[in-house]
């Protein structure tokens, strides 16, 4: 009897141990290399979705190299000097003291006509403005030529005429005013010089009885100048043509 129960007791411990190890029903176990061999290979093959972003920390990270980068570069363009640059810049050229300077004898045009009393010369007008740039060139360069200023000083009474003065101004027994207009003004003699057109800067010439022969508008360089004061200087525009003329004086020059 005592041996009939030992054997049952054990019968039913064998039992017990085989349903602990034993998978439930519809559950297949996968073998262990072939489970390692799946994840490995799910590790191989998976590749980031396009416009996935580094994290918040690479991406600090990456922009502190790069400021860090940027840094460094800036400072180096800072301290680098150019080969090319000079330690001390060269002096500027000196003219030659022997070329005696020549300069163009300015009056105001009340002056002008009080010289033309007893010595009769054309007048030439340089009609300008203060905010012309165009007129400041011209002076800088066509009227501190040595030819332009003697030609001006020996044959005519050379003439500045502020476009905008307000002073009033007695020309042929006729009295002009400045005139408001907007944010400026203009004075009537130099409209009526210009035949009313306004353009900056303009040169104008009147014979020895104070008359317009013409007004020449726009910048004019030296040579150009030159010619212009010859060929009414000489009488020649009531003779000439302007392009025969140019073209005669331009070849005597050469």
């Given at each position: 009897?005592?041996?009939?129960i030992?054997?049952?007791l054990?019968?039913s411990?064998?039992?017990i141990?085989?349903?602990?190890?034993?998978?439930?029903s519809?559950?297949?176990?996968?073998?262990?290399?072939?489970?390692?061999?799946?994840?490995?290979?799910?590790?191989?093959?998976?590749?980031?979705?396009?416009?996935?972003?580094?994290?918040?920390?690479?991406?600090?990270?990456?922009?502190?190299?790069?400021?860090?980068?940027?840094?460094?570069?800036?400072?180096?363009?800072?301290?680098?000097?150019?080969?090319?640059?000079?330690?001390k810049?060269?002096?500027?050229?000196k003219?030659?003291?022997?070329?005696p300077?020549?300069?163009?004898?300015?009056?105001?045009?009340?002056?002008?006509?009080?010289?033309?009393?007893?010595?009769?010369?054309?007048?030439?007008?340089?009609?300008?403005?203060?905010?012309?740039?165009?007129?400041?060139r011209?002076?800088?360069?066509?009227?501190v030529?040595p030819?332009?200023?003697?030609?001006?000083?020996?044959?005519?009474?050379?003439?500045?005429?502020n476009a905008?003065?307000?002073?009033?101004?007695?020309?042929?027994?006729?009295?002009?005013?400045?005139?408001?207009n907007?944010?400026?003004?203009?004075?009537?003699?130099?409209?009526?010089?210009?035949?009313?057109r306004?353009?900056?800067?303009?040169?104008?010439?009147?014979d020895?009885?104070?008359?317009v022969?013409?007004?020449?508008?726009?910048?004019?360089?030296?040579?150009?100048l030159?010619?212009?004061?010859?060929y009414?200087?000489?009488?020649s525009h009531?003779?000439?043509?302007?392009?025969?003329?140019?073209?005669?004086?331009?070849?005597?020059?050469?």
């Open positions: 009897m005592r041996k009939i030992i054997l049952c054990l019968a411990l064998a039992h141990l085989v349903a602990q190890t034993t998978p439930r519809g559950a297949k176990a996968l073998p262990a290399t072939q489970s390692k061999t799946t994840l490995t290979k799910s590790r191989t093959t998976f590749t980031p979705k396009a416009g996935l972003q580094p994290s918040s920390a690479a991406r600090s990270g990456a922009e502190a190299n790069a400021t860090e980068s940027r840094n460094t570069t800036n400072t180096a363009r800072q301290t680098t000097t150019p080969k090319t640059v000079p330690a810049m060269p002096d500027a050229p003219l030659d003291e022997k070329e300077l020549v300069e163009v004898e300015w009056l105001t045009l009340e002056e002008a006509m009080e010289k033309s009393k007893t010595d009769k010369r054309k007048i030439f007008i340089d009609v300008f403005t203060d905010w012309c740039g165009w007129c400041k011209m002076d800088q360069s066509t009227f030529d030819s332009v200023a003697q030609y001006l000083n020996e044959n005519y009474y050379a003439v500045k005429l905008e003065q307000q002073e009033d101004i007695i020309f042929n027994n006729k009295t002009y005013h400045f005139k408001k907007g944010a400026r003004g203009y004075h009537e003699l130099a409209a009526e010089l210009l035949n009313n306004l353009s900056f800067p303009t040169v104008v010439f009147l020895e009885s104070m008359k022969i013409q007004p020449i508008p726009g910048y004019l360089e030296a040579p150009k030159e010619t212009i004061l010859n009414f200087g000489t009488d009531k003779t000439t043509p302007w392009e025969t003329y140019e073209r005669k004086f331009s070849n005597s020059q050469d």
